[in-house]
């Protein structure tokens, strides 16, 4: 499985976004989907995850109730909406895939990783 992530820009605060990964390869089917973000000096973090087919869906407690995850099985797509964008949102998000239930992905653990695609948000 190969993962495209895109995008990414610059954005005001109070802004939105919609990163897109595309899945190419086999396998899509069954596999559980998450978005991780990097920020400059820190650590890969856990933002979201969804399961197979569209559910269920868990999130990290600093984007609940501002970023949607979704995804489009017939486009081999899964989404990120990013809403009320902050300054902290900054960072490189990256969108990664795990064979079975997405709680491996809550951890970090993943099978397939894509490049990331760049969320700047100006304050």
């Known amino acids: 499985v190969q993962l495209q992530a895109s995008g990414g820009g610059l954005v005001q605060a109070g802004g939105s976004l919609r990163l897109s990964c595309a899945a190419s390869?086999?396998?899509?089917?069954?596999?559980?989907m998450g978005w991780f973000r990097q920020a400059p000096g820190k650590e890969r973090e856990f933002m979201a995850a969804i399961g197979w087919p569209g559910g269920p869906t868990s999130y990290a407690d600093s984007v609940k109730g501002r970023f949607t995850i979704s995804r489009d099985n017939a486009k081999n797509t899964v989404y990120l909406q990013m809403n009320s964008l902050k300054p902290e949102d900054t960072a490189v998000y990256y969108c990664a895939a795990q064979r079975g239930t997405p709680n491996s992905l809550r951890i970090g653990v993943a099978n397939y990783w894509g490049q990331g695609t760049l969320v700047t948000v100006s304050s």
């Open positions: 390869g086999r396998g899509f089917n069954s596999y559980a």
